[in-house]
Nanobody, 129 residues
Framework: QVQLVESGGGLVQPGGSLRLSCAAS????????IAWFRQAPGKEREGLAC???????VYSDSVKGRFTISRDNAKNTVYLQMNSLSPADTANYYC???????????????????????WGQGTQVTVSS
């Protein structure tokens, strides 16, 4: 069973950048697609980006062109590079893998919470001046 731990969050000024990390343990992360989600207070969890085992990526419209997802299988880690941040990006950010039994876990399913599991504890990103 894969366990995921997010890190790299913090306070950043509008227009700034952050790089989040999602470290996997318990299994080789290279065997799984991994996605990033975020959840702001009072809002539903939102899917942002996913990278499959072949390093093909998908993005939500809300972050396309600003965020980049990547993976380093040797380090069992997936990254989310976030640029041009605004206060609207303030949220707790989570990574997750596809739920078993839905689709091939190496492939990105739709960026919806129901399709993912093994959530990490999240890392808080606050964008404020």
């Amino acid at each position: 069973q894969v366990q995921l731990v997010e890190s790299g969050g913090g306070l950043v000024q509008p227009g700034g950048s952050l790089r989040l990390s999602c470290a996997a343990s318990g299994a080789s992360s290279g065997n799984y697609a991994i996605a990033w989600f975020r959840q702001a207070p009072g809002k539903e969890r939102e899917g942002l980006a996913c990278i499959n085992s072949y390093s093909r990526t998908v993005y939500s419209d809300s972050v396309k062109g600003r965020f980049t997802i990547s993976r380093d299988n040797a380090k069992n880690t997936v990254y989310l590079q976030m640029n041009s941040l605004s206060p609207a990006d303030t949220a707790n950010y989570y990574c997750a893998i596809p739920r078993p039994g839905l689709l091939d876990q190496r492939i990105c399913p739709p960026l919806a919470s129901y399709a993912f599991g093994s959530w990490g504890q999240g890392t808080q990103v606050t964008v404020s001046s």
